[in-house]
């Protein structure tokens, strides 16, 4: 039996604008297997977000195929999409914009059960009391609403959220970006217990590269809506074989000048458009090592190693 729980092939989005198309989710292929978390990273507007959302239908695709446990979910009803949602959540960005300020901590917690008809009026209520234990909530706070609870005790109303119907699957998209940095260890070390208790399967959107290390298993890094580089999380920091992975992972800011990569250059060069863009790679304008075919034809997904795979006409990446 596979242990493939999740399979994007060629999955892309694009959305209109008064210029033509703009290619937010570009051809993108991958899998994840159970269990285990796939860090996406990239920089703001590279299509991240906009992935996890095609990924569980909250936008609509444009063309390729999503596959949970099998199956193209892309072609499923509006209610066999009902049914599926129990099993597919996310975590939001933003706590305090993604909860409703007219309901209280246990209402939004017990608004899936209302929606899906499970369980009865107490059976809810102690399901949200057993939710809220779970991620570390308080039921003091069962009556609270989110504007009178700080940022992370609202992401935690969210994680309960999402836990709510026992899924498999969660979309975390950048679930701690807007949290003090204090707290944004306490929500990691939360969700990484939780994984490891529930067998849950995590997509971790961030833009944060420390964050993403310390809870993937495998990281995809994107660029202008392409998947340009996917590895296991440590080898990406040890062994990046894409240009514009290495340049990532130099912008991170290390205390100690002594260890930074004194051969390193910022990136240069003019950021290509998204909307109908031109044949070749996309971050050739701004690479110090493109040549005449990168420019030419956009280069594939490819393994270089086992697990390793770049999109790139120089994939062994020896002259990195």
């Given at each position: 039996m596979s242990d493939v729980l999740l399979e994007c092939r060629n999955l892309k989005k694009y959305f209109e604008t008064p210029l033509g198309q703009l290619h937010a989710v570009d051809n993108v292929s991958f899998s994840l297997d159970k269990g285990r978390t796939l860090g996406i990273v990239g920089e703001s507007g590279c299509g991240k977000s906009t992935l996890g959302r095609t990924i569980l239908r909250l936008t609509p695709h444009s063309d390729g195929e999503v596959l949970f446990e099998g199956q193209n979910i892309l072609r499923y009803s509006r209610s066999q999409m009902m049914n599926l949602r129990r099993q597919m959540q996310i975590i939001f960005q933003d706590p305090f914009s993604s909860l409703n300020p007219r309901m209280t901590v246990s209402s939004i917690i017990e608004e899936p059960f209302r929606i899906h008809k499970i369980l009865n009026k107490e059976e809810r209520r102690r399901r949200v009391v057993e939710l809220?234990?779970?991620?570390?909530?308080?039921?003091?706070?069962?009556?609270?609403?989110?504007?009178?609870?700080?940022?992370?005790?609202?992401?935690?109303?969210?994680?309960?959220?999402?836990?709510?119907?026992?899924?498999?699957?969660?979309?975390?998209?950048?679930?701690?970006?807007?949290?003090?940095?204090?707290?944004?260890?306490?929500?990691?070390?939360?969700?990484?217990?939780?994984?490891?208790?529930?067998?849950?399967?995590?997509?971790?959107?961030?833009?944060?590269?420390?964050?993403?290390?310390?809870?993937?298993?495998?990281?995809?890094?994107?660029?202008?809506?392409?998947?340009?580089?996917?590895?296991?999380?440590?080898?990406?920091?040890?062994?990046?074989?894409?240009?514009?992975?290495?340049?990532?992972?130099?912008?991170?800011?290390?205390?100690?000048?002594?260890?930074?990569d004194k051969e390193a250059e910022p990136i240069k060069g003019e950021v290509s458009s998204p909307i109908e863009p031109a044949p070749g790679c996309r971050f050739a304008s701004r690479c110090q090592y493109a040549s005449e075919i990168c420019t030419r034809e956009t280069p594939p997904l490819e393994e270089s190693a086992e697990r390793h795979f770049i999109a790139c006409h120089h994939r062994l990446g020896d002259q990195y």
């Open positions: 809220m234990d779970t991620v570390g909530l308080a039921e003091r706070y069962v009556n609270t609403y989110p504007h009178e609870l700080d940022g992370g005790r609202r992401q935690r109303v969210g994680i309960a959220r999402a836990l709510s119907l026992k899924p498999k699957f969660i979309v975390c998209d950048e679930p701690v970006s807007a949290l003090d940095v204090s707290i944004q260890a306490q929500i990691l070390n939360l969700m990484m217990d939780l994984k490891d208790r529930l067998k849950l399967t995590y997509l971790f959107i961030t833009h944060d590269l420390s964050v993403v290390k310390h809870i993937s298993d495998d990281i995809a890094v994107m660029y202008m809506g392409l998947m340009v580089e996917k590895a296991p999380s440590e080898e990406i920091f040890t062994s990046p074989r894409h240009p514009y992975t290495k340049a990532l992972l130099n912008a991170i800011p290390i205390p100690d000048l002594a260890y930074r």
